[in-house]
């Protein structure tokens, strides 16, 4: 790439990732309009101004008029503004805690690709050894052709499976490069950001299925943020009741009204200057907020609904999660018996033997072939027992480092 590679764990991807994660920096932002909410929640109405001007200039022309001046003010008396900060303040704390979901579901997915980017680096490893491994082969059976000692069959055997095993390198490393670039996104750096992975050895978490589901019932964000939702629901709905009570208005006014009398075929003018009060209120004859109290009602009756469905959508996610962790786990443990070690050997003594005349070159190729299956499905194993853990973290919300 001609740039240095910095060495990237995976505890180092996931900080990149919660610092400069594009998703990540867009969810952060639904915090911030639910403290704006909760701003325009505690906020009075504004007071309103009256001006009025009264004059007979284009009909009689007395020189009669007037003005007044008028202030206004609506005063919540049902106690609403300070359910409408209740509600807000609820929305906040759903807020963060949808952020802490998409956190969750960010983390699972850096530390999915990550390994996937280890696994697919130890499949280059291994590919580019069997290319190189095939290469000498090749050429092996091209000096015993020059001497008669084996067939053109052989020579045919052996470039097709040069020809496989490259294009299966040539497959291995395109994904590797989009498996990087996705890694890069995540943790929000340029596609090309130059990276050696150091990943952790595998080790399987010591929990228990009832364990897990009680963890993840108490700790997943997503069950926090819907619990919370059911709280607005009531708030809302309280809300609404307490809005069934208008508003009252009080006023003041200052009027100065001029006038003209006609007293024994006289004008006589009478300046008048007033200070006034007014009260009103809406009658709340026909509408008293039925309808948004139904559909307040209503929408906490479905935010129950969808609490109950997710806690058990929680718990099978972690059952899953868990049996799939168990399956993987019997499956590493049975490469613990060497088999993995005892086949690539097999693959030097049959080169080995070759040279020697000893065994054929389809021998040969089906050691290669026999190696390079075992060490695939070994990485894809463990692969797959890194995926359960990383799922069993999500479907509890939390790391299982700390449990050995």
Avoid: C
């Avoid at 996931?14 to 704006?36: G, P, T």
């Avoid at 929408?299 to 469905?309: L, P, R, V």
């Avoid at 086949?343 to 040279?355: G, P």
């Amino acid at each position: 790439m001609g740039s240095v590679q910095s060495s990237l764990t995976e505890e180092e991807a996931v900080k990149d990732a919660l610092r400069d994660n594009y998703d990540l920096r867009l969810a952060k932002i639904s915090v911030e309009l639910a403290k704006a909410q909760l701003v325009q929640a505690g906020l009075w109405p504004n007071p309103e101004g009256e001006f009025s001007i009264r004059s007979d200039k284009y009909y009689a022309d007395e020189g009669e008029g007037g003005y007044e001046y008028g202030l206004n003010q609506s005063i919540p008396i049902s106690g609403r503004i300070s359910f409408q900060k209740k509600v807000a303040k609820l929305g906040i704390e759903r807020a963060q805690w949808q952020l802490k979901d998409v956190e969750r579901q960010v983390v699972a997915e850096v530390k999915k690709t990550f390994y996937q980017v280890a696994t697919l680096q130890e499949k280059e490893k291994i590919l580019s050894f069997l290319v190189k491994t095939n290469q000498d082969l090749l050429e092996s059976v091209k000096a015993r052709l020059s001497q008669a000692e084996v067939s053109n069959v052989d020579i045919s055997l052996a470039r097709g499976e040069l020809l496989m095993v490259s294009q299966e390198l040539a497959e291995v490393k395109a994904r590797l490069y989009e498996s990087r670039a996705n890694l890069n996104r995540l943790m929000g750096q340029s596609l090309n950001y130059p990276f050696v992975i150091t990943p952790e050895p595998l080790t399987f978490p010591a929990i228990d299925l009832e364990t897990a589901t009680q963890k993840s019932l108490e700790q997943r964000p997503d069950l926090k943020a819907k619990e919370l939702e059911e709280k607005m629901g009531s708030a809302a709905l309280t809300l609404a009741k307490a809005m069934q009570i208008p508003d009252i208005t009080i006023g003041g006014f200052y009027q100065s009204e001029k006038s003209r009398f006609d007293v024994n075929d006289q004008l006589i003018s009478d300046n008048d200057r007033l200070l006034g009060l007014k009260v009103s209120m809406p009658l709340p004859f026909f509408n008293h907020n039925q309808g948004e109290i139904a559909k307040s009602a209503a929408e906490k009756k479905g935010a129950g609904i969808q609490y109950e469905a997710l806690t058990i959508q929680v718990a099978k996610d972690t059952a899953q999660a868990y049996i799939r962790l168990a399956a993987s786990k019997e499956i590493i443990d049975s490469y613990s018996n060497g088999v993995r070690e005892d086949v690539e050997k097999s693959v030097k003594l049959m080169q080995d033997a070759y040279l020697q005349g000893q065994v054929n070159v389809f021998d040969v190729v089906q050691t290669q072939s026999k190696f390079s299956g075992v060490e695939k499905a070994y990485l894809d194993a463990s692969q797959n027992a890194r995926e359960a853990i990383i799922d069993l973290e999500s479907a509890i919300g939390a790391s299982l480092k700390n449990e050995k």
